[in-house]
């Protein structure tokens, strides 16, 4: 069994049932009628008017993002252990053409806006500093752990107090959204954030992000953007089958409730060994590397994340039968 990443998950079935359904003459790049839908079903899904453009990587949503909310002489508040600080090799300062990426604390991989405060406030407002004009996110975070509404706000308020834009990377927002229970609306703009990176990759699909602008006038600029980045891609209408598959019926939050759920099951059986609450589908143990050996030596894979520490990331086609095996033999550890 391998719990390596929810990258390595299958494509779920209802995604490649909506690319063969759709595998017929259309218009290309954008222009297709599925493409064309997606500006209304994200705005009904967030139940206020959007713009919405996919792109074929995580990294590219980021970053595109960014560009849109950033100058090349600005500065990006982000976690130090942000996946656009540690896992994205230089793609944030490329995309923005230099912008710097000024880097917070907080325990999970969260921001505060006390812990954001630490960093504008020691910024003198002169030509020689480069000012801060974003702010980025994400949710559910690099550790697992889930922002709340009120946490999103209490940091949307404080973007605008200080006029910076508000960013989420939401490579997991499905596995959020299900933890919370709540309205995508409450967890993203009346939160005040200004741009999502909507994973579908992680959930089920297989070459699909979204890139949602809560400003739609953001997007005018970065439909060229991608374009200049080589984004467009000439068949966007299997991008966009494989989105409308996983909105359908709710699919995406199904997806992200099954994986959390297989987290569960591991996060109960570990007690004392958490490092961090489990509060998505990402589970973060402490081992010996004697006991991570034991574990592998049963068949299960995963990554050693520190010294004597694992990370075990479930998906949405990880059943609960199929995860138990593994949460016994955490719970046998000695």
């Given at each position: ?158 973007a605008r107090e200080r006029r910076l834009g508000f960013h989420m990377d939401g490579a997991r927002f499905a596995n959020a959204v299900a933890t919370l229970g ?123 994340w520190a010294p004597g520490e694992i990370r075990l990331v479930t998906s949405w086609n990880h059943t609960l039968a199929e995860v138990r095996p593994l949460a ?7």
């Open positions: 069994m391998r719990f390596f990443s929810d990258n390595a998950a299958p494509v779920h079935p209802a995604v490649f049932d909506a690319m063969a359904a759709n595998n017929a003459l259309d218009t290309a790049y954008d222009g297709d009628a599925l493409s064309k839908s997606l500006d209304g079903r994200f705005s009904d899904l967030f139940e206020t008017p959007v713009k919405a453009l996919w792109v074929p990587s995580g990294t590219a949503a980021n970053c595109l993002a960014l560009a849109a909310l950033c100058p090349p002489f600005g500065g990006v508040v982000c976690h130090r252990d942000a996946h656009i600080q540690n896992d994205e090799c230089g793609a944030p300062e490329f995309y923005t053409h230099g912008a710097k990426l000024m880097i917070g604390e907080g325990d999970g991989a969260k921001l505060t806006p006390d812990s954001i405060r630490a960093v504008t406030d020691i910024i003198a407002n002169d030509v020689h500093r480069v000012q801060p004009h974003a702010i980025s996110i994400t949710n559910a975070t690099e550790y697992g752990m889930v922002y709340s509404p009120a946490e999103v706000a209490a940091i949307g308020d404080l709540c309205s995508p609306a409450d967890l993203t703009w009346r939160a005040g954030v200004d741009a999502l990176s909507f994973g579908f990759i992680k959930n089920g699909g297989m070459t699909a992000e979204v890139l949602i602008f809560f400003k739609p006038d953001l997007a005018a600029d970065t439909l060229r953007r991608r374009k200049r980045a080589g984004l467009l891609l000439s068949k966007g209408r299997y991008l966009a089958a494989q989105i409308v598959a996983l909105l359908d019926n709710d699919l995406w939050i199904a997806n992200g409730a099954a994986a959390n759920a297989a987290a569960r099951l591991i996060a109960d059986a570990a007690a004392a060994r958490l490092i961090y609450p489990t509060q998505a589908n990402e589970v973060f143990l402490r081992v010996t590397p004697a006991e991570a050996a034991a574990l592998r030596a049963l068949g299960f894979d995963f990554y050693d016994e033999a955490i719970a046998a550890l000695p």
